[in-house]
């Protein structure tokens, strides 16, 4: 194997584990000298740590430099060997350079490319590891293979949640546009009877409210489209990472992977706020203006009563009052609440309860929620229109609305239509649905929370009491049963969550638990 010209053997900077000339030589406190990937990746298979020549045992695994006197007599021995295989004629070259092995070899010196630094991020053959990057951290192309690819299976992790969190804001953002084109087509198609001169201008007025609505849609659509856009790319993404993560060729494989940013630049969708018609208040007040010269030309009072019990006044803070008039005397049954709530003695407030003793002695009830910090009203309503507030405080997680008699009492409640509850959820700031978990409805907190429900139309509208906004309606529903108050108080031992749920008219000051 020695050439008889040379001073230098190439037996001697041969590796005992790989048998190969060495690649960043190192040598173990016993005198024996190692690949330092040979050596390291022999510890790693092995429960002890010893001398693959002498069998000496270490207590602890040595510390290992890279010996540059013996990697750099080694790198001449390599390049003695590049040599002569480049004037050892051109045929070999020739195959070298045909098809996939030219992606194999080393241009530089026409051996095996089958070494990777970490530090720069290239494959390398045993010259270039030796020559230029002695002192770097260099690993095997299959383990590099090894390591590398899990990265993938992460992105392509990360990629389909920000798909997910982006279909979840469009189908939020969707929402929230049908629902100010709802308020907006309430506040237009409430008409004041016919009083011309005032109608002109109200009609003005209507039409700059539907100009700016427009622009609002406009804006959203567009940023709608934006996202549906950048969907498009991370899908493109994950079929590239999906493409590249089923590469069996580790040079190919690591040779494709891209070591800049594995996703392509989004958008910070917190950024978007979608901001409702503020035209609406205005025609409110058009309308306030139109019902006072009303009266003044009406005779007969009972007409205007009518007109507003049927929604002529169509903005929310009107919608409210209207709903104000409906107000019942709601209690909630201790009889059905959780073992772990208390009702106070007048039926008004429901809290969270710590006394163990208490819990272990509650008697057995069919009716009693055994999953569910829940807890229904006393009195159910099988017609016509009734309303209740709840005061929720500070409240980090509630839920709220109305429930059958014949609602699931034992385990958890499936969020679905059918399942005999509507009722809206809150989470820290988000609202979602009974039926549709993890659909945005509205952004926000509130202190205290209307419900009326409208049994003959099918109608369930939840409000915020304090800024008189509409939080979301349910509508076209088809009631078969009676339907109660629900309260879900919600607990978990990170987010005690113990303030109470309080039922109380819309002016209630829960500070001072008196009327205002």
Not at 145 to 151: E, S, T
Not at 154 to 170: F, G, L, N, P, S
Not at 304 to 332: C, H, P, T, W
Request: charged fraction near 25%; include cysteine; charge should be neutral.
């Amino acid at each position: 194997m020695a050439s008889s010209s040379s001073l230098v053997s190439e037996d001697q900077f041969v590796c005992p584990i790989c048998l190969d000339l060495f690649t960043q030589p190192v040598s173990t406190p016993c005198g024996h000298n190692f690949c330092k990937i040979c050596i390291m990746s022999y510890w790693d298979d092995t429960p002890i740590c010893q001398c693959p020549a002498c069998k000496k045992v270490f207590e602890t695994r040595p510390c290992l430099e890279v010996n540059t006197l013996i990697s750099g007599l080694a790198l001449v021995v390599m390049l003695r060997q590049v040599q002569d295989a480049q004037t050892g004629g051109s045929d070999q070259q020739e195959a070298s350079c045909s098809g996939r092995v030219q992606d194999t070899i080393c241009k530089d010196h026409n051996r095996q490319l089958d070494l990777f630094c970490r530090n720069e991020k290239v494959l390398l053959c045993k010259v270039c590891t030796n020559s230029h990057h002695v002192n770097h951290d260099v690993t095997s192309v299959q383990k590099a293979f090894l390591q590398m690819r899990p990265l993938l299976e992460e992105v392509e992790a990360t990629a389909k949640k920000m798909i997910q969190e982006r279909q979840q804001k469009i189908q939020a953002v969707k929402e929230m546009v049908k629902q100010s084109r709802t308020e907006a087509e309430n506040a237009v198609s409430s008409s004041v009877l016919d009083l011309n001169a005032a109608m002109v201008k109200f009609q003005k007025e209507v039409e700059v409210m539907e100009e700016k609505q427009k622009a609002a849609e406009e804006h959203a659509d567009r940023w709608i489209d934006s996202v549906e856009q950048e969907i498009d790319e991370l899908q493109t993404t994950t079929t590239k990472l999906k493409k590249l993560k089923d590469t069996k060729d580790q040079l190919s494989f690591i040779q494709s992977f891209p070591h800049q940013s594995l996703l392509p630049p989004m958008m910070d969708l917190s950024t978007f706020r979608f901001d409702k018609n503020e035209d609406i208040a205005g025609v409110k007040e058009s309308l306030n203006k139109l019902m006072s010269q009303m009266q003044k030309l009406l005779t007969e009072t009972r007409m205007e009563v009518k007109q507003f019990s049927d929604g002529a006044a169509s903005s929310n803070n009107m919608r409210l009052k209207q709903a104000l008039l409906y107000e019942k005397d709601i209690r909630l049954d201790p009889d059905t609440a959780h073992r772990l709530l208390v009702v106070s003695s007048d039926g008004k407030k429901v809290h969270y309860s710590m006394n163990f003793i208490r819990q272990r002695n509650q008697i057995l009830n069919p009716n009693r929620f055994t999953d569910q910090l829940a807890v229904l009203g006393d009195t159910g309503f099988r017609s016509g229109k009734f309303y209740f507030a709840v005061f929720v405080g500070k409240k980090t997680k509630w839920c709220l609305g109305v429930a059958t008699a014949s609602i699931q009492r034992k385990g958890p409640i499936d969020r679905k239509p059918g399942s005999g509850i509507w009722a809206i959820l809150f989470l820290k700031d988000k609202f979602e649905t009974s039926f549709f978990p993890h659909v945005l409805i509205h952004w926000g907190r509130v202190e205290t929370v209307g419900v009326f429900v409208d049994y003959n139309e099918g109608k369930i509208s939840f409000y915020d009491v304090q800024n008189a906004t509409l939080i979301y309606s349910f509508t076209k529903c088809l009631f078969t049963e009676e339907l109660y108050p629900y309260l879900n108080l919600y607990h978990h031992q990170y987010d005690p969550n113990l303030d109470p749920m309080v039922i109380a008219p819309a002016d209630y000051n829960y500070d001072n638990s008196r009327r205002r």
